[in-house]
């Protein structure tokens, strides 16, 4: 579930001393929780232009599960003003979203690199011109499904005025869930001119039998038990990841039956429980926590 927050856009002199002070404190509203920070850069032209992801209505009887907008502030820094404050996304077209970066582009607009942080995290592009009219929202991915994460990292735009977003893939049906470095390249209008997917630092992958176990209870709070199917297969390890792919908790056991994990340190959200045995061969299941 995201959170109430305010936002604060100070200018100062060289001493640190306040000129002025801009307070985002008028939405009574729910910052994001999947990535509700505050994003600030500088346009091509020395304008500030700053932006959020702001949860705006449910978008399922859970509690973590928010239809989320996009709301960007242009800035006078000289005068002390604003140019213009517009909201995007906010007719369901994002859930669970967030936003990672503002990248100037060269007709004097920006396009926001942001992703829907739900089960599938697809990565999406928002170009909005000089005025703050969106021209386009696309959404990218290599894989779509239950099993399939799009994570992107960074975004540049290129001499041909189209841009090239890099990032990882993952795939939790392959073993040892290994990531995959994924680039595409988009031309000016959003369109994809190429999307590829290439295995980082690994040699071909053998697809192994995948090592099967219940989670419960499912949602959790506190404590999750994995309980496997098979007794002869010994587990040795347990990892969970969040939703954006990193590593929160890893646990070394040695055990055939069931593991209790304890799970009070991790925030509300959606989790990704994995196990892999001495021979190498790994499950994967889904864990929400809820409190």
Not at 18 to 29: F, G, P, R, T
Not at 131 to 137: P, R, S
Not at 185 to 204: F, S
Request: proline share 3%; charged share 20%; with cysteine.
């Amino acid at each position: 579930m995201g959170f109430n927050a305010f936002g604060l856009l100070t200018k100062t002199d060289l001493l640190g001393n306040v000129l002025w002070e801009y307070n985002y404190n008028d939405y009574n509203e729910i910052i994001s929780s999947y990535n509700g920070h505050y994003i600030i850069s500088k346009l091509n032209n020395g304008d500030i232009v700053s932006a959020i992801s702001i949860d705006y209505e449910p978008a399922s009887s859970s509690p973590i599960d928010w239809y989320s907008k996009v709301v960007v502030n242009k800035i006078d820094v000289e005068n002390d003003s604003l140019y213009w404050e517009h909201e995007y996304l906010y007719d369901f077209e994002s859930e669970n979203g967030g936003i990672s970066k503002i990248l100037p582009s060269q007709d004097g607009g920006m396009v926001i690199m942001g992703g829907d942080f739900n089960v599938d995290q697809i990565k999406w592009l928002l170009k909005i011109d000089t005025l703050g009219n969106m021209e386009w929202h696309k959404h990218y991915y290599y894989g779509m499904g239950g099993d399939y994460f799009n994570t992107g990292f960074d975004l540049e735009q290129c001499s041909d005025g189209g841009y090239l977003m890099v990032g990882k893939y993952s795939d939790w049906n392959l073993p040892g869930t290994l990531p995959r470095s994924w680039m595409i390249k988009i031309d000016a209008c959003g369109d994809v001119e190429w999307n590829g997917c290439l295995p980082v630092g690994i040699g071909d992958i053998e697809i192994q039998p995948k090592l099967a176990f219940v989670l419960y209870p499912n949602p959790a709070q506190d404590y999750v038990t994995l309980e496997f199917d098979d007794y002869r297969l010994s587990v040795e390890e347990v990892m969970v990841f969040d939703m954006m792919g990193r590593l929160v908790r890893q646990v070394y056991v040695e055990s055939n039956g069931s593991i209790v994990i304890d799970t009070r340190s991790l925030d509300n959200g959606l989790y990704q429980v994995v196990v892999k045995n001495k021979d190498g061969i790994v499950g994967n299941q889904k864990l929400e926590i809820i409190r």
